[in-house]
């Protein structure tokens, strides 16, 4: 019954909410290095303000975004082989 009905049942919906999770986890990433480190990504981007470096802020976000969606696709990518029963998933995925 488990692997049959309720598992299946319950993966979109966990899938989901890890997709949101991550996007969550990369924004209170970038938050935690603002707070006060000497390195990173986060420290990046508010050096870059302090100093009026916009390529380097540029740089920063763009580095953030590519993270953000390389991580997403690789989750999305884990997760199409068991929701490829699922209609409104195989649809989303034909029209990328």
């Not at 993966?11 to 997709?19: E, H, I, K, Q, S």
């Not at 290095?33 to 763009?62: C, H, N, R, W």
Request: without cysteine.
């Amino acid at each position: 019954m488990i692997g049959r009905i309720l598992l299946p049942a319950i993966l979109p919906a966990y899938v989901t909410a890890l997709r949101a999770g991550l996007g969550l986890g990369w924004m209170f990433v970038v938050a935690a290095e603002f707070m006060g480190t000497s390195a990173g990504l986060g420290y990046l981007l508010i050096d870059g303000q302090q100093l009026g470096k916009p390529a380097q802020i540029v740089a920063a976000i763009i580095t953030f975004a590519l993270l953000g969606k390389l991580t997403d696709s690789l989750l999305a990518l884990a997760a199409a082989p068991f929701l490829r029963w699922q209609d409104s998933f195989a649809g989303a995925r034909q029209s990328e």
